[in-house]
């Protein structure tokens, strides 16, 4: 267990669907990145936040959203999901800028 | 922009030594990371340089050279367990925040 708890582990569901992904932090660590890692690619950076304000935006859809609550957890939203939103969804924390945990991800598939 | 490149495929048999070579592009640099993911599973740290250098921690090492703006894994004593995939990050300059861009990742393949 590395201390991050993302759930749900596996999702399915429908185009035009949306989902809700969550995942709590390790004890102590305020900032909380959540990363798509699509079939045979890397990991590309969607959103960070810091003790609850967005810090940072990389690749992320306009359909996606995010946010972070007062006790740390974050959730990721995904909606309008098209077949192309299909991939795992990592969530990492970290207290220091290069040494990341992640979390197990949820793997969403979207038919 | 920012960018890392590293090869897509090594393959070595237990008990080798092997290297995964990183080179990177940056408009700054705040130190290399390394990470290790087995298939599905999730990216783990390994290790990091922010200095130019070797650092050791068991079987692996991990080099920096800025002015050569390359890095690499170096991987002793292969095991089977050790197959996964590897991959090499920067900090993203170009973000307010602490976010790490990865490179595409090396998968290594380690058979007896």
């Known amino acids: 267990d590395s201390g991050v708890t993302q759930t749900p582990k596996h999702l399915i569901t429908a185009t035009g669907q949306r989902v809700t992904l969550r995942c709590s932090p390790r004890s102590g660590d305020l900032s909380v990145y959540w990363y798509q890692q699509s079939l045979d690619q890397g990991l ?3 959103i960070q936040y810091y003790n609850g304000e967005e810090r940072a935006k990389g690749n992320i859809l306009e359909r996606f959203s995010a946010q972070q609550f007062p006790d740390l957890h974050s959730e990721l939203n995904l909606s309008s999901l098209e077949l192309g939103d299909s991939a795992l969804y990592f969530c990492a924390s970290s207290a220091t800028d290069y040494g ?3 979390g197990s991800g949820t793997r ?3 038919v | 922009g920012q960018s890392l490149e590293q ?3 090594v393959t070595a048999v237990e008990g080798a030594i092997v290297q995964i070579n990183c080179t990177y592009q940056t408009s700054g640099f705040y130190g ?3 990470y290790q993911q087995h298939d599905g599973g999730a990216p783990t740290f ?3 340089n922010g200095l130019d250098g070797l650092e050791e921690t068991g079987r692996f090492s991990s080099f920096l050279s800025r002015s050569d703006s390359y890095g690499y894994l170096l991987l002793q004593e292969l095991q089977m367990k050790d197959s996964a995939s590897y991959f090499c990050a920067v900090r993203d300059l170009n973000q ?3 976010a790490l861009i990865f490179g595409k990742g090396t ?3 380690v058979s007896s």
Do not use: D, M
Request: proline share 4%; net charge negative.
């Open chain 2, 46 to 48: 390994l290790s990091y």
């Open chain 2, 96 to 98: 307010a925040g602490t």
């Open chain 1, 100 to 102: 990341y945990t992640f």
């Open chain 2, 32 to 34: 290399l990371s390394w």
């Open chain 1, 108 to 110: 969403l598939t979207v």
């Open chain 1, 44 to 46: 590309q950076f969607l």
């Open chain 2, 7 to 9: 090869p897509s495929e």
């Open chain 2, 107 to 109: 998968t290594l393949s």
